[in-house]
């Protein structure tokens, strides 16, 4: 079993910057992979980025350049840092964590809205 507890959402301007963390507890060693999807009103769940356990990332398309993601191993904490924020951003984001041969777990969600 694995919790997930995010933080860091909330409003910026378009052009600013957030930075989302999920902490991982439970059996955090055995994630194979972290990150995040996000939803927006009316549309489906989407990638938004991935951090692998050999280190190797994903991301979607349009937050390429814009967003990092980063694990902090000894916190068991996954980052997303978002810069430069576009209003089409806005969506309720969750963490994920993906362990073999489980499905995979959610956070409970937080909100980011970014304002034109």
């Known amino acids: 079993q694995v919790q997930l507890v995010e933080s860091g959402g909330g409003l910026v301007q378009a052009g600013g910057s957030l930075r989302l963390s999920c902490a991982a507890s439970?059996?955090?060693?055995?994630?194979?992979?972290m990150g995040w999807y996000r939803q927006a009103p009316g549309k489906q769940r989407e990638l938004v980025a991935l951090?692998?356990?050999?280190?190797?990332?994903r991301y979607a398309d349009s937050v390429k350049g814009r967003f990092t993601i980063s694990r902090d191993n000894a916190k068991n904490t996954v980052h997303l840092q978002m810069d430069s924020l576009k209003p089409e951003d806005t969506a309720v984001y969750y963490c994920?964590?993906?362990?073999?041969?489980?499905?995979?777990?959610w956070g409970q969600g937080t909100q980011v809205t970014v304002s034109s």
């Open positions: 439970g059996s955090p060693f055995s994630i194979n992979a």
């Open positions: 994920n964590a993906i362990i073999s041969g489980t499905p995979p777990y």
């Open positions: 951090w692998f356990s050999g280190s190797s990332t």
